[in-house]
Each structure stands twice: as structure tokens, then as C-alpha cells.
């Protein structure tokens, strides 16, 4: 992962990228959350779960996240410190899209 950010532009999902490259320059960390019922309503959307499998795998996805995380970092896996960005993807993606695209650029002329 480091190899990867030295190289040039990114964008690295997970993998605890805050903090693996929190001693790298030019790193912009975000962490996109939603409700849990428009998270349950998304899974269900696009995966055609039944409601009661969608909250299940939501909650399995979370606790490996978590674990992981912690196993990597030592720390809580959600903590709006450790991003620049936190941001809440229910207001509707593109919307989400256009508040990630002006926070990086206001990071970059600073």
C-alpha cells in the first residue's frame, strides 16, 4: 500500500489506509457512513437480500471492518479523528461525489 501511494494519485478502499499512510504527505482520508436503515434499504436494493439477510451481512461486514482494523491499528476502527472527511453518503451520491471532489481541492491549494 505505501508502494502504491509513493507512486503517484490514488484511491485505496479500506485496508485501514488512514492509518498505514498516516505518516504520508499528500494523503486525504474519508470515511463514508449512512444510517443503518439506508444502509439495510441499499443492500437490499442491490443485492436483493430479504431484510433479515441484509441486516445480518451488514452486521458481519461491520464486525470483520472492526476486527480488522483494530488488528491492524490497535484502535477503534470508526473515529472521525483519524479522517479529514467524514461524510454521510445518504443525502444521495452524487451530492456525496461533489462534497469528496471540493474537499480535496480545498485541501490541495492549502
Not at 482520508?29 to 433479515?52: C, M, N, W
Not at 445480518?56 to 491499528?73: F, G, M
Not at 453518503?89 to 469528496?100: D, G, N, P
Request: charged share 30%; hydrophobic share 35%.
Amino acid at each position: 500500500m505505501e508502494r502504491i501511494a509513493e507512486n503517484g494519485s490514488c484511491v485505496i478502499v479500506g485496508r485501514a489506509a488512514d492509518y498505514v499512510l498516516k505518516d504520508h504527505k499528500n494523503v486525504f482520508r474519508i470515511f463514508v457512513h449512512a444510517p443503518l436503515e439506508y444502509r439495510i434499504s441499499r443492500v437490499r436494493e442491490v443485492y436483493g437480500d430479504t431484510q433479515k439477510e441484509a441486516v445480518r451481512n451488514i452486521s458481519r461486514s461491520d464486525k470483520a471492518r472492526a476486527e480488522y482494523y483494530r488488528n491492524i491499528s490497535g484502535m477503534p476502527w470508526v473515529k472521525a479523528e483519524n479522517y479529514d472527511l467524514v461524510i454521510d453518503s445518504s443525502r444521495r451520491i452524487e451530492k456525496s461525489v461533489e462534497m469528496i471532489i471540493s474537499a480535496v481541492q480545498s485541501s490541495e491549494q492549502t
